[in-house]
């Protein structure tokens, strides 16, 4: 199978590239700006995969309340524009999403479902739940995967990840203060690229929840962090409302991951577990 991967030089790309074959053209953006239609047409006659993957997303959920029109025309119109071309030319399309577009319910304390109605807050997860819709609404072979909190071994060498930002601040500080009051399941590259991967050989399409098992908050995902890389930091734990960020971010946002394991015998590891295969491998 011939598979097209947008976003080739994230962490997620990065992770996926070694699991999907001989046959893989990786783009990053310099080779495809997806929020192009014709660029997209052109690409992808030139090319003519049997499937397109696309992990190219614009992720700074603080910055998108400022430039919400370049938030969305990445990750909104550009998988319209690939969901476009791809069903002209009969190709299949994964389009990788995130837990962000939940939110609204304050009081949620059990694992969302593909079934639960979204509830996105901000200019991110609003540009993040219009792609979705694109995607499934016109690309009748697609894959809407959604996914929380990635950490992989390719962002060490660009921007960082939440795991890189408590190990640079707990070698560089005492004490650290986390935010305590948001639940979710961040989640390694390694592990989703795998149910990315065993999705595509199926023909089961449709949207899926792809995250390592259990939850935390950030709190308790920074004091993991620290236990399993023996570093000695002060932690305390605060509010969002006392973070101050910009972009509401949802108080609880774990995925339900049951629906990818019918389809595909996949039972992704643990958070705890995920975690100390990073570090392992860093």
Known sequence: MRIVLTGARGQ????????????????????????????????LREIQPDFVINCAAYN???????????????????????????????????????????????????????????????????????GEEFVSSICPRHFVIRTCGLYGIASTRGKGNFVETMLRLGSERDQLSVVNDQRCTPSWTVDVARAIAALIETDQYGLYHATNSGSMTWFEFAAEIFRQSGTQVELSPITTAEFGAPAARPPYSVLSCQKLTDATGLELPSWQEALANYLSRR
């Open 12 to 43: 997620l790309a990065s992770d996926l590239f070694p699991l999907l074959g001989n046959d893989v053209v990786p783009l990053g953006h310099a080779e495809l700006d997806i929020t192009r239609p014709d660029d997209v047409a052109a690409k």
């Open 60 to 130: 700074l959920v603080d910055k998108a309340e400022e430039e919400p029109e370049v938030a969305y025309a990445v990750n909104a119109t550009g998988p319209k524009n690939l969901a476009e071309s791809c069903t002209d030319l009969g190709i299949g399309l994964a389009h990788i999403s995130s837990d962000y577009v939940f939110g609204q319910d304050a009081q949620r304390a059990v694992p969302y479902t593909e079934d639960d109605p979204p509830g996105p807050q901000g200019a991110y997860a609003q540009s993040k739940r219009a």
